[in-house]
């Protein structure tokens, strides 16, 4: 039942988002056509002026696609790291007492939640490091 609430939540989230960039096509569009009329532009301009809109809708959904994909697999390595509660906890656990690291003993003891929070904000820094280095090259060569 709560993967049904959480999958009608999140296609709306993508409907309203496709809303969003027709009503961006749409004005954009507006945009284009009454500027040609208000300059009175030859054909070659009208199609220079096509041409860039068309172009500038290509780059901007690749874009999209691409950060989606990036942001996709940052947020499946963390979770393959930290799958759960139980296994952050016990991540935490290992990383302080089992370590005997006396600084993060004591994070620990003080605050469980705040140290957990440290951990994964270190380990998606981390992982969003070692992602973008590799993606980087790949994206500029498309």
Not at 39 to 60: I, Q, V
Not at 78 to 90: F, H, M, W
Not at 94 to 117: C, G, K, S
Request: aromatic share 10%; glycine share 4%.
């Amino acid at each position: 039942m709560a993967f049904g609430a959480i999958w009608r939540h999140v296609q709306a989230k993508r409907a309203a988002h496709q809303w969003k960039v027709l009503q961006s096509h749409r004005v954009d569009a507006k945009t284009l056509m009454l500027g040609m009329v208000q300059r009175h532009t030859s054909d070659t301009g009208r199609a220079k002026m096509l041409a860039e809109l068309f172009f500038d809708s290509l780059a901007r959904e690749w874009l999209d696609g691409t950060l989606l994909a990036v942001a996709a697999e940052i947020r499946a390595q963390c979770l393959a790291d930290l799958p759960d509660a139980s296994g952050a906890a016990e991540r935490a656990y290992q990383q302080a007492f089992v370590e005997r690291n006396w600084d993060e003993v004591i994070e620990y003891v003080l605050d469980v939640n705040a140290y957990l929070q440290k951990i994964f904000s270190s380990l998606f820094e981390d992982r969003k490091v070692a992602i973008t280095r590799v993606q980087r090259p790949q994206i500029a060569a498309q």
